[in-house]
């Protein structure tokens, strides 16, 4: 079985450019998580998807965030524009069934920001 | 929001030591889960216990909820044990979905 899959594996944009790291998660996982990871920490919840529907989107930065899962399979997570400050790793994280279950994650996406 | 803390934050072994790695959290929890950073990035889920005691080959994970505590026990240590391991527990409000994780135990295993 294929496990979650990310891309880029890399990025590395100028501030103010727009970025979009893209996730296809495990094949039948409905709740699909995007995560921040900065350096030296653990990754931090910025949205939460059960099919195509975001259920929770509070740690979401709205002004420059954006993200969607149409079809309720692959999302996609878009920052426009970039700053210094988010220069991070983007994690994706799939669950098959109980949102509280085991999650299951992507290689990450890390992100630089000049 | 939940507070977990986890110790020691380094630990450097020889390979073959056993270690036993330590997760605080603030708040009853209903959801408590173990995972391994590599050091190329992947986050792999180790255990999900939010009680009682799991065992998975060399490794074993035990959660006293009751005591807020979670221990994860790493035996005869190998080399691809280096990286980062993490606990993670629900977020205050009883969401269990929304996990809090850690700030981790970085972990060398020096062969």
């Known amino acids: 079985e294929a496990g979650v899959v990310q891309s880029p594996r890399y990025k590395i944009i100028e501030k103010k450019q727009p970025v979009a790291f893209w996730c296809n998660p495990i094949?039948?996982?409905?709740?699909l998580y995007w995560y921040r990871q900065n350096l030296g920490q653990g990754p931090e919840l910025l949205i939460r998807?059960?099919?195509?529907?975001?259920?929770?989107d509070s740690q979401l930065p709205k002004d420059r965030f954006s993200a969607e899962r149409l079809k309720g399979v692959d999302s996609t997570l878009k920052i426009q524009p970039a700053e210094l400050g988010d220069s991070a790793v983007y994690l994706c994280?799939?669950?098959?069934?109980?949102?509280?279950?085991?999650?299951?994650f992507g290689p990450g996406t890390r992100l630089t920001v000049l | 929001g939940i507070q977990v803390e986890q110790s020691p934050p380094d630990l450097i072994l020889q390979e073959g030591a056993n270690s036993t790695l330590r997760c605080n959290f603030s708040?009853?929890?209903?959801?408590l889960q173990w995972f391994h950073q590599n050091p190329w990035g992947q986050l792999i889920n180790l255990f999900y216990?939010?009680?009682g005691t799991k065992q998975n080959g060399r490794l074993s994970a035990t959660t006293v909820a009751t005591e807020r505590y979670s221990l994860l026990y790493i035996s005869s240590s190998q080399t691809t044990d280096s990286g980062v391991y993490f606990c993670?527990?629900?977020?205050?409000?009883?969401?269990?979905?929304?996990?809090?994780f850690g700030k981790g135990t970085l972990l060398t295993v020096n062969p």
């Open positions: 216990i939010p009680s």
């Open positions: 708040d009853s929890v209903n959801n």
């Open positions: 994280a799939t669950v098959a069934g109980d949102p509280a279950d085991t999650q299951y």
């Open positions: 998807y059960e099919n195509e529907e975001a259920v929770d």
């Open positions: 094949s039948g996982h409905n709740t």
């Open positions: 993670a527990v629900p977020s205050s409000g009883g969401s269990n979905y929304k996990l809090t």
